[in-house]
Nanobody, 127 residues
Framework: EVQLVESGGGLVQAGGSLRLSCAAS????????LGWFRQAPGKEREAVSC????????YYADSVKGRFTISSDNAKNTVYLQMNSLKPEDTAVYYC????????????????????YGQGTQVTVSS
């Protein structure tokens, strides 16, 4: 059974930092891309960042470039999202997702190419 369990969300002031974690199990970690997506109330799910765990390449939405950093620990089957310089517009439920790595997934990593999603973790940034 595939499981993706996110943790690390919370409430932070603008300019602050949070680190999200996603523990994965039930699939071959190295064969999958792991991504972070977010969804704010009344908005569509948005791609935030993605890592190809096979080659280590990373991808970011323009809105988070230079502020967020994705990384993975393949030995622990865990992916992280370090979020710095947070803004109120970053407020959303953040989801970890896994998708079988295919060439068309990059560089935009659209949500529909990811087969599995976690339950989400709330990130709230106050102004």
């Amino acid at each position: 059974e595939v499981q993706l369990v996110e943790s690390g969300g919370g409430l932070v002031q603008a300019g602050g930092s949070l680190r999200l974690s996603c523990a994965a199990s039930g699939f071959s970690f190295d064969d999958y891309a792991l991504g972070w997506f977010r969804q704010a109330p009344g908005k569509e799910r948005e791609a935030v960042s993605c890592i190809n765990t096979g080659d280590g390449n990373t991808y970011y939405a323009d809105s988070v470039k230079g502020r967020f950093t994705i990384s993975s620990d393949n030995a622990k089957n865990t992916v992280y999202l370090q979020m710095n310089s947070l803004k109120p517009e970053d407020t959303a439920v953040y989801y970890c997702a896994a998708g079988l790595t295919i060439a068309t997934m990059f560089p935009r990593f659209p949500p529909y190419l990811f087969d599995y999603y976690g339950q989400g973790t709330q990130v709230t940034v106050s102004s």
